[in-house]
């Protein structure tokens, strides 16, 4: 794992790693933990990930 954010509003985690791949999770479900998302295409290392202010979307950084 390279890097990890939460949403301001906490219902919402991100991962990067070293593979490229970026994943985002809810965490609020009462079943637990779960991607809803992958973020994929990059060339390389995924080195960061950020929320916007409300949550909504994320962006990662290459």
Do not use: C, K
Not at 5 to 30: C, E, K, M
Not at 38 to 58: E, Y
Request: aromatic share 6%; no cysteine; charged share 20%.
């Amino acid at each position: 794992m390279q890097g990890i954010a939460f949403a301001p509003h906490g219902r919402r985690l991100a991962t990067v790693g070293q593979d490229g791949n970026a994943q985002l999770w809810d965490v609020a479900d009462s079943r637990g933990p779960h991607s809803y998302a992958a973020l994929t295409g990059h060339d390389g290392r995924v080195h960061s990930i950020a929320f916007t202010a409300d949550g909504a979307d994320a962006a990662d950084v290459e």
